[in-house]
Every structure is written in structure tokens, then in C-alpha cells.
């Protein structure tokens, strides 16, 4: 009798005998099954289960199910490579990250001739549907039978197993292989491969060993993942930092230094521009900035543990005979020494200490790979001090934070692996309770997923580690947070309690980046290069035409400098054609070109990296669109604080979930803006308003509107109503519109309105004087015009409000809101004029006051450019005011009217 326990559906079954995973599974799950875990141990389908056992069935779908197929078509690569060449050794063949290998001794170099040969016949042996035959064989049956087919890597493989010892073979077809297994039931399991190419490779990876030929592969679930994962292997390969740093001349690393960074001028400058904006996130959040040694005495790394732990890791520097120095391989325990100088109270606490701490490794330089992985590098390090019961808060603030520099420099898909207590390790299980417990609420609360790496904490804590996808859609782990509670305790680092006794604080080692190096180089890939314009080495260049136009060039370049705009001028006499080439494969994300013509009429052409178009503008304007590449805080629309943003970005974010960016604190610097759905937003703000209504009996303002034309009648109408109104006890608006050529002579409307004043003077009087309508522009569209005419016409106060109708536009996600306002002109182009002289000698807020949403003067800037491209932008716009429509300007004067205190 034999009982299974189905780990994932809780269930018990028991068997009269042993059975294999063929007989306990139905067929559908059958279907999607690759292998067993039984006891922990993986099985074959077709094993035999001896014993009673918890078993979990591995599906092609999970991780683990992939990685059966891969190895299962490493067998099939090496079968293949048998029947082709038999003179071949076939010696190992694991699985890797997204893929396979198998390692041959031949003397032949595989050609990528072969490699198609190799595959065509790998899809013959997938398609003939080998049973994949596990055999047990004892050493000696195995040594005789692969010494006998001449294999002879086999042999010394098998010769390193222990006497005693039983083995297993897979047998497919005619082909068998030494292998611990387990594998898939048959060779038609393996749906989509390809093979990718061939590099040496020394037998047991020693240089002096016999030179092999490595065949990778990689091996799917289905062609589509196949292909997928081809597009993005072909994308990242176009995509290479090291390519790209060679174009845009960011940095080197040469033999002399190996691992470690030359940082060119371009690249210096994108590193400096990073390391500022950490700086500045780092300030607002609490932090400090330390600098600390970079050569450190062996006692203190015998203290903090590492000289045990790290030894082979760290550069070690003799100082004399007896004493010895090593280069840190972190600030850790610099750190400590600086909350040491200090007698801590509770009070202190967090203490978060931060260093750009520059640090040295000895990684194997076969690991190596240009930024990704190097010996020298920079940590945007910090360690939190705190007190346990702060792990939580502490953790919640540090999410929030990374979040919103991953989402700032362009990640926004995020996860976190989540690391548990390992089996080994330091500290009480509570202690351990509580510190996963504070992790893993904040990891929830700061809205992050997660997935769980069951027992991978360090020693001495648990740990989260930060993970971003990038824009190919491959995962880079960048940030990490772990908790120390041991490292304190070691270094005699503590802090005087409430209750006055000494305590040892909680370490928090964290960063968001990882290092400067290895973000520089995801950076890269990310944009290809294109970086967004605040973070561009080079943001801008100037190319002449003509050497008539250098000092033209030099002067603005003079001036741009001035503002902190990062420009570059080339005055060469190479072909404009050439130098548009040039810079474009250097990535700067804006080139002006100027020659003769632009140096007359004081313009400048502009050219967007990636865009044929080239434009004419004038210099102020170019300039100012230039310099107007603004930061605001953005809240995004879960009401989440993202944090301070280039404007271009916090547009983007807007456009790519669909709805408008709206300030909605102007006037703070930087401003602050929300992303929100604004129709919505109108509509709810005007329900809540009518609600309230309803809910006041009393209202409080009551508005009537008059034209300067209104006729008696209507006038004693209006009359009559303002005096009912003002008897409730109601005070009123009283509203005279100029609209048109009514503005021409405005002493006509004035005069009703003092009239209405006049008449109601026994019962009301006026508050605060006459008030012009604090100038505002807009645009409204003929039907409105129409509508106004109407609505002008009568009394409406109370009524829903008809006559005007608002118009606001989006450009790129923002909102812009705004009455029209203006003297004598009836056409946009008059209005616009008007709009831009007054720009210069008002502040734009002024002029578009009034208005819930209150656009600055980028905004406005936007709203000008989008009104005179809206014929291209118009297709997307189903608001569109201009296309066919009329644009009236009006001008308001109102006065405020009060009950008489009687
Ligand atoms: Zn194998
Ligand atoms: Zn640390």
C-alpha cells in the first residue's frame, strides 16, 4: 500500500502497489505534466514511486517544467550531433538561462552549415517521438559499456562518482547518454528550439584541459515564445550598451584595468546628471551623505565577519610584513564606525546614512562584462539605523522611494523577490517573525508584487530584492533592501533605549540603483541610447552650415550654457549632411543647424533625434521650447505621490494610461499636477457641487446676466428677479458681457448696469466695487456662440448654466481650460498675436486665471503650439474647437450685490 499526498490539491490517495506518475494522473493533467517532484526529489513521469510520498506535478507552464524540456533537447542536440559525425565525444550538456548546451570533442569546427544540418535532423529524432528510457546501471556496467562505444569523457566522469555507487542512464532511440535526469517521457515534448552557435570550451573548464566545441540552443514552450524570445535576443543585441557607448563615446575598459571603468566626457557627465538627481532624492527623503576610506585595516574586516566570509572577493594590500589593508568591498562597516563616533539615543533614530560609496570585488574576469558587471564600482549605498519596530515604516518609505526613481528613469514595471529565512542562520525565530512580517506588509502597502524565494535571506536577515522590466521586456535586479541584525551587535554599534539601557540598532542595508556602473549600462539598453532630454550627455548641438554662421552658433551656445542646457557646437567644415549623421549616431536628442539664412532672420532649424522634419523657428521661440523642459510633482491617478518628474515624462505616463495631466497646485515649485480622467473630474466636481446645492436650502450667490443691448422689458425683468432675490436674503452676481463689436462701445452696458444698481439701491448695495472679470482666453466654437446668444438672453441664475460653454483641449495630456478675452479682434490669428504680446508683458497665470485647472505658462506654450499644428493633431482630438469654428473674445464686468443690513 502506497500513499500519495498531491501536495498542490491537499488531497491523499492511496495504491495497492508502486506507481508512476502516468498511473496517478488523469489524462488532462497528463497533458500539461513534464515531471514529478516526489519527496523533494525530481522524478521522471515514468518512474516508479516505492514509497509512501508527497508528490507536486511540474508542468510545462512552470520554470522548472521549461528546464526538463531544455536539457531534453540537449539529449536530442547531442543525438543529432552522433548521427552526423560519429567520430564525435559528447562529454556534458546542461541547461542555462533561457537555453542549453552540450560540450563535443571533436576536431572538427562546427560551421553554422552544420548547425542547420544539426537542427534539421534534431526536428527527425523530435519528430520520431523517442520514449526518453530511464535505466539504472551499476558503475562498472556503465564504465564498460561507454568505454566500449568510445567515449571517453564519459569514462572520466564516471570514474570522479564514488565506488558503489549506482547511476542512471537515458536511453532514446539508439542514443544513451550518462544523465541524473529526469526528462520529459518522449522526444516529440520538445516543440520549438533553435540553435544559436558554437564557441570553444575547456574540458571541466580548465585552460590547460582539452579544447571543446560548445553548441548552445535554446529551447521553448511553443514557436510563439521561441520567437518572442529570438525578436528580443535580436533587440538587445542592437541594443548592446557597449555598442552604444562606442558611438556615443561614453566610456572604456581596457586590459590594464581590468573590470574597472574609463569614464569619457559624455559618459561622465551622464553619471554626474544621475548621481545629482540620486543626491536630490536622497536629501528629500531623509538622508545624509557620508564619504568614508577605501583602504581598510583587516581588523575591522575580521570584525564585521567579511575576512571569514569574502576573503577571496577582496583585493588585499600589504601594508608591511604584518599588517595587511584590504579595499572595501562595501561601506557597511565604515558606516557603523560613523554612527559609533556618537552616543545614540532613541531619539536619533532612523539615522540614514548614504554614501556613493565606491567599492572593489575580485570577480572572475571570465564573469566580466562591460558595465553589467565589473570589479570597480559605485553603490548609491545607505544604511538605515533604526529601531526594530521602525523595520516596517523604514521599509514603506525606501519602496515608495524606489518606485519612484525606477518610474522616473523609465521603468515602471516593477517586482520584488522576497527572501525568507535561509536554514542557517543568526537570531531568534521571533526576531525572524517580526522582521519578515514588517517586510512583507511594507512590500504590500507600497503596492509592490512579489514573488517569494523561500529560504534565500542572507544570515542575517531577510531581504527584498528589487527587479525592473525593461523596455525588451528583460528583468534586471537593481534595488535591494536587507535586514541586519547582526552586523550592529558585531561592531558595537548601539543606542540608548527609552527605558535608558543599551540597545543595538537595526541595519538596513539598501540602494535602489545597485551601482552606477550596472544602471548606466540598463540605461542604455532601456533607450538604445535616446536618452529623454534631461538625462541626454548632450542635449543639444548646434551644427553650422557655413563657417558666416559660427559666431552665430557660438553666441547661442554662449547663452544656452548660461541656463544649464548641455550643448555642443560643430563649427567644422565638414557637410552639414555629415554632421546631422554624426551627432545623430552620437544620440543628441535635439540639433539646430544654422547657416546663412538663420543668421539673417535670426531662426535656427531644429531637428529631433529620430525625426527627418526639420523646422524653422525663431530663436526666442526655439529657445524658450527648449528651456522649458520643466519638472513637476506628479501624483498619478491611484493618488499615489510619484514624486518630481520631467514635465516630458509625467506627459508620457499621462498619455500612456489614457488620461490628462492637470495642475492642480500651480503655484508650487515645482508645480504639482495630477494624473487624472478631466471630463470625469468636471462632471464630479459639478454633481458634488449640485449635491451640496440640494443640501443647502439657502443659496448664497445667485447670478444674473445682462447685455448691453437687453431691451426694457427684459431689463425690468431681470430687475424684478434681482430684487426678489436680494428681499430672500440672497446676495447676487450681476454680470455684463461685451462680447464683439458690443466692445466698441462698452458706456452703453455700463450704464444699465448703474441703472440696476440705482434701482435697487434701497434694499441693496454694492460690494467691493465694480470688477473687470480677471482676463481670461478661450476659445468657444460657433455653436456655443449661438448658445450664448440664447442664454445671454434671459435671467438664469439657479438654472444650469447654458450660455457659455467651455472648451478645453488636450495636447500631449494636458488640460487647458480658459475663457476668451480680448479687445477688438475676431479671428485666432489677431488673437494669438494679442495673446503672445501680452504674454511678454503679463504673467500668464494672470491672464488665464479664473479657471479650476490654471495653466502655466508651459502649458500655455503647449496650448499655442498644439492651436498651430491642429490640423496634424487633429485626427486625434475629438474635441477639436478650431477645425470649423468660430472664435468669439469677450470681455465681463460684474458687481456684487448685498441685502442692505437692516
Ligand atoms: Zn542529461
Ligand atoms: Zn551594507
Not at 558595465?371 to 538605515?384: N, P, S
Request: with cysteine; hydrophobic share 35%.
Amino acid at each position: 500500500m502506497i500513499k500519495v499526498t498531491f501536495s498542490t490539491e491537499q488531497k491523499v490517495k492511496e495504491y495497492g502497489g508502486k506507481v508512476t506518475g502516468f498511473d496517478i494522473l488523469q489524462p488532462d493533467a497528463l497533458k500539461e505534466a513534464v515531471a514529478l517532484k516526489v519527496n523533494g526529489e525530481l522524478y521522471d513521469l515514468s518512474r516508479k514511486i516505492e514509497s509512501d510520498a508527497e508528490i507536486k506535478v511540474i508542468k510545462l507552464s512552470d520554470e522548472a517544467g521549461l528546464d526538463i524540456i531544455r536539457h531534453d533537447a540537449a539529449h536530442i542536440m547531442a543525438q543529432a550531433v552522433k548521427e552526423l559525425f560519429p567520430n564525435t565525444q559528447i562529454t556534458i550538456g546542461p541547461t542555462i538561462q533561457d537555453s542549453f548546451y552540450y560540450d563535443f570533442a571533436t576536431d572538427r569546427t562546427f560551421t553554422t552549415d552544420d548547425l542547420t544540418a544539426i537542427e534539421k535532423k534534431m526536428k527527425e529524432i523530435v519528430k520520431s517521438n523517442h520514449r526518453f528510457v530511464r535505466e539504472v546501471w551499476t558503475r562498472k556496467q556503465a564504465i564498460d559499456f561507454f568505454s566500449g562505444i568510445g567515449e571517453k569523457y564519459k569514462v572520466d566522469i564516471i570514474s570522479s562518482i564514488p565506488e558503489g555507487e549506482n547511476l542512471t542512464v537515458y536511453r532514446q532511440g539508439d542514443f544513451v547518454d550518462l544523465c541524473r535526469g529526469p526528462h520529459s517521457p518522449s522526444t516529440g515534448r520538445v516543440k520549438a528550439f533553435k540553435l544559436m552557435k558554437v564557441a570553444g570550451a575547456y574540458w571541466r573548464g580548465d585552460a590547460k584541459g582539452p579544447m571543446l566545441q560548445r553548441i548552445y540552443g535554446t529551447a521553448w514552450r511553443n514557436k510563439d515564445e521561441l520567437n518572442a524570445y529570438l525578436e528580443c535576443l535580436k533587440e538587445a543585441e542592437k541594443r548592446d550598451h557597449r555598442k552604444i557607448a562606442k558611438d556615443m563615446d561614453l566610456f572604456h575598459i581596457q586590459e590594464e584595468a581590468v573590470g574597472q571603468v574609463f569614464w569619457h566626457e559624455q559618459g561622465y557627465i551622464l553619471y554626474n546628471v544621475l548621481e545629482s538627481y540620486i543626491r536630490k532624492k536622497l536629501i528629500n527623503n531623509g538622508y545624509f551623505e557620508v564619504k568614508t576610506p577605501i583602504l581598510v585595516s583587516k581588523e575591522l574586516w575580521e570584525k564585521s565577519g567579511h575576512w571569514d566570509k569574502f576573503r577571496e572577493n577582496m583585493f588585499i594590500v600589504d601594508e608591511s610584513e604584518s599588517k595587511k589593508l584590504a579595499i572595501k568591498p562595501m561601506n557597511c562597516p565604515c558606516h557603523v564606525q560613523i554612527f559609533n563616533s556618537h552616543t545614540r539615543s532613541y531619539r536619533d533614530l532612523p539615522i540614514r546614512m548614504a554614501e556613493f560609496g565606491t567599492c572593489h570585488r575580485n570577480e572572475s574576469s571570465g564573469s566580466l562584462h562591460g558595465l553589467m558587471r565589473v570589479r570597480g564600482f559605485t553603490q548609491d549605498d545607505a544604511h538605515i539605523f533604526c529601531m526594530e519596530e521602525q523595520v516596517n515604516s523604514e521599509t514603506i518609505k525606501f519602496c515608495d522611494l524606489l518606485k519612484e526613481v525606477y518610474s522616473e528613469l523609465g521603468f515602471n514595471e516593477i517586482f520584488v523577490k522576497f527572501s525568507d529565512r535561509p536554514d542557517i542562520r543568526a537570531g531568534n525565530d521571533e526576531v525572524w517573525d517580526r522582521a519578515e512580517k514588517a517586510l512583507l506588509e511594507a512590500v504590500k502597502e507600497a503596492g509592490l508584487s512579489y514573488k517569494l524565494n523561500p529560504g534565500e535571506g542572507a544570515f542575517y536577515g531577510p531581504k527584498l530584492e528589487f527587479v525592473l522590466k525593461d523596455a525588451i521586456g528583460r528583468n534586471w535586479q537593481c534595488g535591494t533592501l536587507q535586514v541586519d541584525f547582526i552586523l550592529p551587535e558585531r561592531l558595537g554599534a548601539f543606542y540608548i533605549g527609552a527605558d535608558g539601557h543599551k540597545h543595538h540598532p537595526v541595519m538596513l542595508h539598501r540602494a535602489i540603483l545597485g551601482t552606477f556602473e550596472r544602471f548606466i549600462g540598463i540605461l542604455i539598453e532601456n533607450y538604445a541610447g535616446k536618452f529623454p532630454v534631461w538625462l541626454a550627455p548632450t542635449q543639444l548641438a548646434i551644427l553650422t552650415i557655413t563657417n558666416e554662421a559660427d559666431d552665430y552658433a557660438t553666441e547661442i551656445s554662449n547663452i544656452l550654457k548660461e541656463q544649464g542646457v548641455r550643448v555642443k557646437t560643430d563649427l567644422t567644415n565638414e557637410k552639414i549632411s555629415y554632421k546631422i549623421r554624426l551627432h545623430s549616431s552620437n544620440k543628441v536628442p535635439i540639433l539646430w543647424i544654422v547657416g546663412k539664412n538663420e543668421v539673417t532672420s535670426k531662426t535656427v532649424s531644429v531637428r529631433n533625434l529620430g525625426s527627418e522634419r526639420q523646422e524653422s523657428f525663431s530663436l526666442e521661440k526655439a529657445t524658450e521650447s527648449l528651456l522649458k523642459t520643466k519638472e513637476v510633482r506628479l501624483v498619478d491617478h491611484s493618488g499615489e505621490m510619484v514624486g518630481i518628474v520631467p514635465l516630458e515624462r509625467a506627459l508620457e505616463f499621462a498619455q500612456s494610461v489614457g488620461l490628462d495631466l492637470v495642475e492642480i497646485v500651480p503655484d508650487s515649485t515645482p508645480p504639482v499636477c495630477k494624473i487624472l480622467d478631466y471630463s470625469k473630474q468636471k462632471y464630479d466636481i459639478k454633481k458634488k457641487a449640485s449635491e451640496a446645492k440640494k443640501k443647502q436650502k439657502t443659496l448664497t450667490i445667485k447670478e444674473i446676466k445682462l447685455g448691453p443691448n437687453i431691451g426694457d422689458h427684459d431689463y425690468e425683468t431681470k430687475l424684478r428677479q434681482a430684487r426678489d432675490l436680494l428681499a430672500h436674503g440672497h446676495k447676487i452676481k450681476v454680470t455684463m458681457r461685451f462680447k464683439g463689436r458690443e466692445l466698441i462701445n462698452t458706456e452703453v452696458g455700463l450704464e444699465k448696469l448703474e441703472r440696476l444698481i440705482r434701482e435697487t439701491e434701497d434694499i441693496a448695495k454694492v460690494r467691493d466695487g465694480w470688477k473687470r472679470a480677471t482676463p481670461s482666453v478661450g476659445i468657444i466654437d460657433s455653436q456655443s456662440v449661438k448658445r450664448l446668444k440664447r442664454g445671454s438672453r434671459g435671467y438664469d441664475a439657479g438654472k444650469k448654466k447654458k450660455g457659455r460653454k467651455h472648451h478645453y483641449c488636450r495636447y500631449i495630456g494636458s488640460c487647458i481650460e480658459a475663457d476668451v478675452h480680448s479687445a477688438n479682434v475676431q479671428d485666432r490669428d489677431g488673437a494669438l498675436d494679442l495673446l503672445f504680446k501680452r504674454k511678454e508683458n503679463t504673467n500668464i497665470t494672470e491672464v488665464f486665471a479664473d479657471q479650476r485647472v490654471i495653466p502655466k505658462r508651459w502649458i500655455v506654450e503647449e496650448f499655442f503650439a498644439w492651436l498651430s499644428n491642429f490640423r496634424r493633431m487633429d485626427k486625434d482630438y475629438e474635441h477639436s474647437p478650431l477645425t470649423s469654428k468660430t472664435n468669439i473674445f469677450f470681455d465681463m464686468i460684474t458687481i456684487m450685490l448685498t441685502k442692505l443690513a437692516t
